[in-house]
Structure formats: C-alpha cells, structure tokens
C-alpha cells in the first residue's frame, strides 16, 4: 500500500486566514485535496477537520504535515497525546517549525525520528504537568488569600428576606401552602428547601 502525505492548517476564528501556512504547503507540492483545514479554537481537539484527518483519512506508513506543534492543540497534554498516537499508528509527522522533523534519512536511520519524537513527547508531558501544577498551586494561593481577606468562596450565602419569618410561621401553621410561600418570597424551590430543611434540624 502506497503512503501518502497530508497537510493540516489551522487558524482560531473565521476571521483569520490560513493564507501562510497554505503557501507553505504548496512550495513543498501539496494538492489542495491533500490539505484538511480548520477555522476553529485550539482549546481542545474537537474539531470538524481534525477529527475526519485522524480517524478516517490517515493510514499506518502515511505523513503529516503542519507548519507548528501548536497547529495540532494549544493545550500541551494534548499535543503530546497526539504525538503519541502517531508514532503508535506508524504515521509520520513533519513540523516545519522543526526542521529536524522535515529530514528524510536513509532507510534503516528511522530511528532518529523515534528519538527526535520522544524527546518532543517527554519535553510536552513535563511542560504539561509543570502548567498543571503551576494552575493548582496559583488557584491554591487564590483561595487562601481570598480566605485572609475574608471572602465567601463558593456559592453567594443565602440572605434571607425581610419576610421571611412571617412567611415561615404561616407555612408551619397551615396558613399557606409552600408554592405560596415561595412565590411571596421570591425564593427559588431549591433555595427554598434547603433552608427549611436546615430549620428543621
């Protein structure tokens, strides 16, 4: 079976244009109806082009082709999964960002895309896991400083209102019924019972 070489583009909004990495594609000879593009966030790998290139279009031997790594994702767990899934499907990918990756060696040196890729991998996962940590350890600094200044964190506390007692007792006494007593509130249901369950207690 013949591989094949396919070039993926892709920009943020609609309103961006894929113009350069288009041009780039085509001086190394890429035909149109070998480029997937897509005009959407790299937040995720969600996405109309992509997902059609990885799961219908390429093949084990097959190569593809994109101007940087973060064409791919932006989010550098995901690029390193990805990377792994091609080199676990046996497909190649050239960055032209990387120019290491764009080599074509003689046959029996594949090796040195095997390292070339596993470095990429290890460097993404460490990079990955050091920007989770970095977010937990911020968010973890948030909240105690919100908690020195005495800040509520979590859902606003209840306040009850003015009349609230009053509503209350004609409730407990059979006076009204409890879609009565919250529409004189102005509580929602939930809110509702969850503060006549902590009465009850």
């Known amino acids: 079976m013949n591989s094949k070489t396919f070039y993926y583009a892709r920009v943020s909004t609609r309103d961006q244009h894929l113009d350069r990495q288009l041009e780039e594609f085509k001086k190394l000879g ?8 897509d005009k959407e966030s790299g937040k995720d790998l969600n996405r109309t082009g992509y997902l059609a290139l990885k799961n219908t279009i390429l093949r084990e ?3 593809l082709i994109v101007k940087s790594l973060d064409r791919l994702s932006r989010n550098k767990a995901d690029i390193k999964n990805e990377l792994q899934y091609f080199k676990d499907n046996n497909i190649r990918i050239k960055v032209l960002d990387l120019p290491t990756t764009m080599m074509d060696l003689p046959k ?3 090796w040195v895309f095997d390292m070339v890729n ?4 290890e460097v993404l996962g460490t990079i990955a896991e050091q920007e989770r940590i970095t977010i937990r ?3 973890q600094e948030g909240i105690a400083a919100a908690k020195a200044k005495g800040k509520h964190l979590g859902r606003p506390k209840f306040k009850k209102p003015d009349n609230w007692d ?3 007792w004609q409730l407990k006494n059979g006076d009204i019924t409890a879609k009565m007593a919250m529409d004189i509130l102005g509580v929602k249901r939930s809110t509702f019972y969850a503060q006549i369950k902590m009465l009850d207690k």
């Open 30 to 37: 890429a035909d149109e109806r070998e480029i997937i593009c």
């Open 61 to 63: 031997g097959d190569t």
């Open 108 to 110: 029996g040196q594949e």
């Open 118 to 121: 596993n470095i990429l991998i």
């Open 137 to 139: 350890r911020r968010q």
């Open 166 to 168: 009053s509503v209350v």
